[in-house]
């Protein structure tokens, strides 16, 4: 049986094994259902079960290079950070070390600027205090705790107006 280009993925395929199931051709003088169908629905499921181990196996070689991908990632994130850290303290015995004077060399260059920085000790700060004087200078940001959410509905079956808890599968390769 040569399979259509309608027919190459599931979706056709299924198409097809529905049509052949649904649809049998049946001989009218016999009545029988003509056989050379069940050939050419073996030969569809074959193609199909064929298929769908090619997914998974793609789907499993996916996920381990994935794996791989995320673990060099970490790897690199980590190094980036001690890296950042090393130029840090770096940064800081210079300065710690030297006077406060700007120096110019072939290989290097010292050069000082002045900044000011907002430090906050939130144990202290009254922010309704701060919302009262000038709103803008106080940013919450409100979000629903979806974990308190399951456990209300869990517990008491309520859920708050404006929230739905929608079943989902997810399926797993393996």
């Known amino acids: 049986m040569e399979l259509t280009r309608y027919s190459k993925n599931l979706y056709g395929i299924n198409a097809h094994i529905k049509d052949i199931t649904q649809n049998p ?16 629905l073996s030969e569809l ?39 950042k850290r090393l130029k840090e303290r770096a940064l800081r015995y210079v300065s710690e070390n030297v006077d406060k004077e700007n120096v110019k060399t072939l290989e290097y260059e010292f050069k000082w600027t002045k900044s000011e920085s907002v430090y906050v000790d939130d144990i202290n700060v009254d922010f309704e205090e701060l919302k009262r004087i000038n709103p803008d200078l106080v940013r919450i940001k409100e979000e629903v705790n979806k974990v308190k959410v399951k456990e209300l509905y869990k517990q008491m079956n309520i859920l708050p107006k404006g929230i739905e808890i929608k079943p989902k599968q997810s399926l797993t390769i393996r």
């Open 45 to 83: 499921e074959a193609t199909k079960d064929e298929i769908v181990r090619h997914v998974a196996l793609s789907y499993k070689d996916l996920n381990g290079e994935i794996d791989k991908w995320d673990k060099e990632y970490k790897r690199l994130g980590a190094e980036l950070d001690r890296l």
């Open 25 to 40: 051709i049946v001989d009218h003088e016999t009545g029988e259902i003509i056989s050379d169908r069940y050939d050419e």
